[in-house]
């Protein structure tokens, strides 16, 4: 009796280990080749906003603002590009789904001032996953649609990107010119106050540190009498030295006042352009 009791035993832990080893082989080849049956989330591909992005040709780009309509199904985008000298491109824009790459669609130019654009993207579905704007630099002789392919490559200067996930959702309502500049003017008016605290904490910075110099030597000044011949001269040679570190950073805090200086007038100007454009 007790011989078949434990051979009773023994089988139902085997069968228990062998259901267990099972479950775990199945737990594993399900997970294990998972991304084979799941396709896997693509990852978000966006041009950051307000990052200048300098181009190979000498100019650079700033991607402003992106906004999707639902209801128009539209796109916006502001962009700016900075001319390098001697450049004579013309700028021309066009974009394309991830989906289909070559098949290039044209995009409206609602705003162009001084490099400063807003460009419209007409019938872009709810859907539309992943996108870019490419950007060309054309002669004005030259005609992109007659371009071979390599000198459409060439004159490619760069592509900006927008994500369905991620980019802002908005109401393409106004389309004047006046909201476009004023729009603009606030981004670099924004831009300005940014360097312009950048340039205020370089100033400060500059003087504490001309401050600590200042407090180095008149210590090293003070110990002077109390030093032999030989210490007096090493000590002299480090005065000097600090005089003389003392006359660069000065220099330095001119530029950066300077600075600080064009900086605050420039943001006096645009909050007077502000105003202008708010009448």
């Known amino acids: 009796m007790r011989r078949q009791t434990r051979r009773r035993l023994t089988q139902n832990v085997s069968r228990f280990y062998l259901g267990l080893g099972v479950f775990l082989v199945i737990g594993f080849l399900f997970f294990g080749t998972s991304s084979f049956f799941f396709a896997e ?4 591909n966006e041009t950051p906003i307000n990052e200048a992005v300098r181009l190979s040709n000498g100019e650079t780009v700033t991607l402003h603002a992106s ?5 128009k199904k539209t796109i916006r985008i502001r962009v700016s590009l900075n001319d390098a ?5 013309v700028h021309l824009f066009r974009y394309v789904y991830k989906a289909r790459p070559d098949s290039e669609k044209e995009v409206v130019l609602l705003y162009e001032r001084n490099d400063q654009y807003v460009l419209e993207l007409k019938d872009v ?16 002789s030259q005609s992109i649609d007659t371009l071979t392919p ?14 369905r ?4 959702q908005a109401n393409h309502n106004s389309s004047d010119e006046k909201t476009f500049t004023r729009l603009f003017v606030e981004d670099e008016l924004a831009e300005t106050e940014r360097h312009l605290e950048t340039a205020q904490q370089s100033v400060e910075a500059q003087r504490q540190q001309i401050e600590r ?8 000044e003070g110990e002077f009498p109390y030093l032999s011949l030989d210490e007096q001269v090493e000590q002299e040679n480090e005065i000097f030295d600090l005089g003389q570190k003392r006359d660069e950073l000065n220099l ?7 600075s600080v200086t064009a900086l605050e007038e420039k943001q006096d100007k645009l909050h007077v352009r502000l105003r202008e454009l708010s009448i």
């Open 41 to 44: 989330e693509a990852l978000v």
């Open 67 to 71: 906004s999707y309509d639902t209801e």
């Open 85 to 89: 000298p001697g450049n004579t491109y």
């Open 125 to 140: 579905p709810n859907d539309f996953d992943q996108l870019a704007v490419r950007i060309y630099g054309l002669d004005e």
């Open 150 to 163: 390599e000198e459409r490559e060439n004159g490619l200067l760069t592509s900006l990107y927008a994500d």
């Open 165 to 168: 996930r991620t980019i802002e």
């Open 213 to 220: 110099l200042d407090r180095d030597k008149e210590e090293l």
């Open 252 to 258: 330095e805090l001119e530029k950066l006042e300077q």
